[in-house]
């Protein structure tokens, strides 16, 4: 038997072509996977960081809608890969490669259309992957369970509360961990056989030999009845007529001793709005500082971030938040607060519980409570978000939960309107 690691004789394909339409203006201009997240880095920095530490040196990008800032990104931050060491990022758009007029159809699609690709990696096994997740997991570990149940696939899963588990795909398995039934947003999705009151959610993460997988993926592409979808036809079919496995992430969630686990799927403006908040929490759950399981990323060379001005109502300041490079903290008050790279504020202004993109300027005056900014965004002198939600709705998304999210073309009707 091949005595190295197993990330080491498999690929990482990263599925990063979803709309991310929950997410609103956010997507307006980019794909999910390519939304900022926690001061530097972007969603898709996560599935590729874990990929990577778990040692996995083959890594392939399929992306279809609004792709130039994921790809852009990628090009910038994920560079450093050395081709005569047999390792790289391949970015796979959807080309229409199969000699049809098709873009990827499905999931599932998306890696048949560049099974020829594939094929030249030689790899033993492949580990797919959605790329717009916020989460810390050993590969390799999974890999393990996979080889050494012998099973056909084996199927990332999260153990969520039975009420939450109605907004998943959930896995029946039976005491071995084989999984007998799989069931797309039950209503009463079924509990595990060791806790009844918890189910099994499906993260979209999935192992397979590769071999298996492409037979599979090729006669898959020939049923005019499929939708092409790992999650609506593969994973199912497997459970009915093979064997399908479920992985923990409990068993693999990277973590300190003691730390709950961490999952986020920030889907929604107030889940990203509320997970990089958690981010200014004296111990948050996600921790960014773990030096062993680094997020890997696009750095910008910025100089520190600095603050100005010590006066009474006009002093730069910074509490409960997080700051990064480039900044200009000038007589403002930031509290509980997240800062990308290169915001600028000015006098007298106030952020609280603000979400702020790269490259914003806030001008002198402003208060902003609850919001997110999208990058690049000029607040006006004087513009006061979250404390008349009713106004704030006239111009800006408010959303369900009281979050605005504010973007350019917003505080361009603003302005129109003063």
């Not at 009844?196 to 959610?201: D, N």
Request: hydrophobic letters at 40%; a negative charge; proline letters at 5%.
């Amino acid at each position: 038997m091949d005595s190295r690691r197993l990330t080491q004789r498999s690929m990482a394909f990263v599925l990063a072509g979803g709309r991310g339409s929950r997410l609103k203006e956010l997507t307006d201009r980019r794909v999910k996977p390519a939304v900022y997240f926690g001061g530097k880095a972007r969603i898709i920095d996560f599935a590729l960081s874990n990929a990577m530490n778990s040692g996995i040196r083959k890594m392939a990008l399929a992306t279809q809608y609004k792709a130039h800032s994921l790809i852009r990104h990628c090009q910038r931050g994920w560079n450093f890969f050395r081709a005569e060491r047999n390792e790289f990022l391949d970015i796979m758009p959807a080309s229409q490669r199969m000699g049809g007029e098709a873009w990827y159809r499905g999931t599932a699609d998306a890696v048949t259309q560049n099974i020829d690709i594939i094929d030249d990696y030689d790899i033993d096994y492949i580990v797919i992957l959605a790329g717009d997740h916020i989460y810390k997991m050993d590969y390799e570990l999974m890999l393990r369970q996979h080889v050494e149940t012998k099973a056909d696939v084996t199927v990332g899963c999260l153990t969520v509360p039975r009420a939450e588990a109605t907004a998943f795909g959930v896995m029946a398995t039976d005491a071995k961990g084989q999984i007998t039934d799989f069931l797309e947003k039950p209503a009463d999705p079924p509990g595990t056989p060791d806790d009844p009151e918890v189910a099994l959610a499906s993260m979209g993460i999935y192992v397979f030999s590769y071999p298996f997988l492409r037979d599979l993926l090729l006669r898959d592409a020939d049923d005019t009845n499929s939708s092409h979808d790992f999650g609506h036809d593969l994973i199912p079919a497997i459970v009915k007529n093979g064997k399908a496995v479920a992985h923990r992430f409990d068993d693999s969630c990277v973590r300190d001793e003691g730390a709950p686990t961490y999952w986020k799927d920030v889907g929604t403006v107030d889940a990203f709005w509320q997970a990089n908040i958690d981010l200014t929490n004296f111990t948050p759950d996600l921790d960014l500082w773990d030096r062993k399981w680094p997020v890997w990323t696009y750095s910008e060379s910025v100089p520190p971030a600095k603050f100005i001005h010590d006066e009474r109502d006009r002093r730069g300041m910074a509490i409960s938040s997080m700051v990064s490079g480039g900044c200009i903290i000038s007589g403002t008050e930031v509290r509980n607060s997240l800062l990308f790279t290169q915001v600028h504020t000015n006098s007298y202004a106030v952020l609280d519980h603000a979400v702020v993109l790269p490259r914003v300027v806030v001008n002198r005056s402003a208060r902003l409570r609850k919001v997110v900014i999208d990058s690049g965004v000029e607040i006006p002198e004087g513009l006061v978000v979250g404390e008349d939600p009713v106004e704030d709705a006239k111009f800006f998304r408010v959303s369900e939960k009281g979050t605005t999210l504010i973007t350019a073309p917003m505080v361009e009707k603003w302005l129109a309107a003063q």
